[in-house]
C-alpha cells in the first residue's frame, strides 16, 4: 500500500515569506506527527494529532508555527514568516492509534533565504 | 525529560565486521524503544523495536535488546555488508504522555567498505 507522502519535495523561500507543507499520512492512521531534521538539532518533535485535533502541540518552537489536520487524513504545516533558522528537513509520520513504531514520509527539504 | 545518548559517530568498519552502536535513554514510565535507519537521500525507516523489559527486537541481521536495567538498547549486527552503510537513530515514545510521539538520538553514521 501507499506510505506517508509529502510535497513539495524541496521548497525554496524568501526570509519573511510564508510556506504550507503538506502530509498525506497512510490510509487508516489516525496518529500524525510533525518532526524537524536539522544540523545542529537533530530530530524533533514538533506537534502530534490524533483524529483532528492536537493535544500536543509542545515541540512547535514559536507562534509563528502552526498546523491542522482535516477529515482526519491531510495535514498542513504551516509556517509564517519564515526565518534562515526555519531551514530543515520537516518529516511527516503516521500511525494506528496505540500501536508502537510511526512511519515516516520523504520529508520537505525547506531553504529559507 | 526523556532523553537518548547515542554513541558519537561516524563508526567505520570494513565489510563482513561485528557492529554494536550503542543506545542508553532516560524515561519515565514505560517507553517503546525503537532504530530507525536513514539511507542517504532516503527517509526515515523503521529497523526494529521492542516494547518492554527484555524484549528482543530483529530485523534484516540487526537485533537490539530492552534492558531496563541498564537502560540500554544496543544494536548489534554480527556482520556487516556495503549496503548497510546508513545513519542510524536510537528512539523511545514517550511513557509518560501517551502521544506516542518520539524522542530520537543525534544519529550514529556507519561507513562500511568493501
Known amino acids: 500500500g501507499a506510505g506517508v507522502s509529502q510535497s513539495p519535495s524541496n521548497k525554496v523561500t524568501e526570509k519573511g515569506k510564508d510556506v504550507e507543507l503538506r502530509c498525506d499520512p497512510i490510509?487508516?492512521?489516525?496518529?500524525l506527527y510533525w518532526y524537524r531534521q536539522s544540523l545542529g538539532q537533530g530530530l524533533e518533535f514538533l506537534i502530534y494529532f490524533q483524529g483532528n485535533s492536537a493535544p500536543d502541540k509542545s515541540g512547535l518552537p514559536s507562534d509563528r508555527f502552526s498546523a491542522e489536520r482535516t477529515g482526519g487524513s491531510v495535514s498542513t504545516l504551516t509556517i509564517q514568516r519564515t526565518q534562515q533558522e526555519d531551514s530543515a528537513v520537516y518529516l511527516c509520520?503516521?500511525?494506528?492509534?496505540?500501536?508502537?513504531?510511526?512511519?515516516f514520509g520523504p520529508g520537505t527539504r525547506l531553504l529559507v533565504l | 525529560g526523556d532523553s537518548v545518548t547515542q554513541m558519537e559517530g561516524p563508526v567505520t568498519l570494513s565489510e563482513e565486521a561485528f557492529l554494536t552502536i550503542n543506545c542508553t535513554y532516560t524515561?519515565?514510565?514505560?517507553?517503546?524503544l525503537f532504530w530507525y535507519v536513514q539511507y542517504p537521500g532516503e527517509g526515515l525507516q523503521l529497523l526494529l523495536k521492542?516494547?518492554?523489559?527484555?524484549d528482543k527486537g530483529s530485523n534484516k541481521g540487526f537485533e537490539a535488546t530492552y534492558r531496563k536495567e541498564t537502560t540500554s538498547f544496543h544494536l548489534e549486527k554480527g556482520s556487516v555488508q556495503v549496503s548497510d552503510s546508513a545513519v542510524y537513530f536510537c528512539?523511545?515514545?514517550?511513557?509518560?504522555?501517551?502521544?506516542?510521539?518520539?524522542?530520537f538520538g543525534q544519529g550514529t553514521t556507519l561507513q562500511v567498505k568493501p
Open positions: 528512539a523511545l515514545s514517550d511513557g509518560s504522555s501517551n502521544t506516542g510521539k518520539l524522542i
Open positions: 509520520a503516521s500511525s494506528l492509534a496505540g500501536r508502537p513504531g510511526q512511519y
Open positions: 521492542a516494547t518492554k523489559a527484555d
Open positions: 490510509s487508516g492512521h489516525t496518529a
Open positions: 524515561a519515565t514510565g514505560y517507553p517503546s
